[in-house]
């Protein structure tokens, strides 16, 4: 797919007539849709073409733009944003060190910051800087919460574990380990991979020698698949555990057979169709998904691109109590969208059911894990 280095799409949603005179809302997005974040970014860039035209009356102008997975191109963008453009509202970026450079630009510029990416660290803890900044994606210690729970309730005592050697894996092993001993198991390894390794044969064959009952593992995308399909290959028959992170069709499509039965907690969005006919977040996948079919030829969406929908959702919501306090492109106006999505209440989205404070700008709690199984080659809902 041709790429472009800066501008990937701009929408500009308004008639070509429109005057500076005219209220018009603008929303900048930088994410990484090409170099190693393309997985996440690249269906970031296909949802923009799926998101609202039109927010309370007034139309809406997205310009987007790719970071190249690099944070100093996301800072260059955000400034590009704030500085030319103008925008109401900074969204991105797709992962956390390329987003971390944008929470003191949007504070300098009082501008609200929608971070796609994953980590605690975006927004918390809480302070000036932060105040700015939002985060659609559950933060981890969520999950690993729910899924060391459950793991607990399975009647396991020893629980092997394996994880990226980043960020990522070490901050589920951290809530595993403080949490293991309260539930009633251990864990009897700690492993680490690299997400780029071919092979993870010597880390497989130490988890198997301390026979655990189970395995953990904290990894992410395609390269999740190799420690499990390792531990299949070498006859191990306990259940295996993921994260939130595998929840795409290309885990599924790689791991084949060898990841049948995966457990994981995870998003709404991986699990709404076994949730009741009434769920709202059945509804609110419906809505993306019908958007962003429409926008893409029929396509289907992966859970990367609701992170751009999420974020949008929030900030579509604030926008109408917004406008009766200030008009778009005004100080006032940002900031008011800010107070906003800070009093968002019960609000579903496809990450689950948000309710923001000032001192919690992620906004979820254990009601937006759940806990979800491979089963026939699909995401299903454990029962």
Do not use: C
């Amino acid at each position: 797919m041709q790429q472009t280095k800066t501008l990937i799409v701009a929408l500009a949603t308004m008639l070509a007539g429109v005057t500076a005179a005219q209220a018009e809302i603008k929303i900048g997005i930088t994410m990484s849709a090409s170099g190693p974040g393309a997985a996440l970014g690249q269906p970031q860039s296909k949802t923009v073409a799926a998101l609202p035209k039109e927010i309370g009356g007034e139309k809406v102008t997205y310009f987007a733009l790719d970071d190249e997975s690099d944070p100093t191109k996301a800072a260059q963008n955000a400034r590009k944003l704030l500085s030319e453009e103008k925008v109401d509202v900074l969204i991105g970026s797709s992962l956390t060190p390329v987003s971390l450079p944008l929470i003191d630009i949007a504070a300098e510029a009082k501008t609200p910051l929608m971070t796609m990416a994953a980590a605690a660290i975006l927004v918390a803890p809480m302070d000036e800087r932060r105040k700015w900044v939002y985060k659609v994606v559950p933060n981890d210690d969520i999950m690993a919460e729910a899924i060391g729970k459950y793991i607990a309730k399975t009647g396991a005592k020893k629980v092997g574990y394996i994880g990226f050697s980043d960020a990522y894996g070490e901050g589920y092993y951290k809530v595993l380990a403080a949490a293991a001993p309260k539930l009633g198991f251990e864990l009897t390894t700690h492993e680490v991979y690299a997400r780029s390794d071919a092979s993870v044969t010597g880390q497989v064959l130490k988890i198997i020698a301390t026979k655990p009952d189970a395995v953990f593992i904290a990894s992410a995308g395609t390269p999740a698949v190799l420690p499990q399909k390792a531990l299949r290959e070498r006859g191990f028959k306990g259940a295996i555990y993921q994260t939130h992170g595998v929840a795409t069709e290309e885990f599924i499509k790689l791991g084949g057979k060898d990841v049948e039965g995966a457990i994981f907690a995870g998003e709404a969005f991986s699990g709404a169709e076994d949730m009741p006919a009434d769920s709202p977040f059945r509804k609110v996948k419906a809505r993306f998904v019908d958007a962003y079919k429409a926008a893409n030829g029929g396509a289907a969406p992966t859970i990367f691109g609701v992170h751009l929908w999420d974020s949008m959702t929030l900030v579509e919501n604030a926008i109408p109590a917004a406008l009766k306090a200030a008009k778009p492109g005004t100080p006032e106006f940002r900031a008011a969208i800010r107070d906003q999505i800070e009093k968002s209440k019960d609000l579903a989205l496809n990450n689950g059911l948000s309710n923001m404070t000032p001192d919690n700008h992620n906004g979820y709690d254990e009601r937006s894990a759940f806990l979800i199984e491979i089963r026939d080659g699909a995401f299903r809902l454990k029962q």
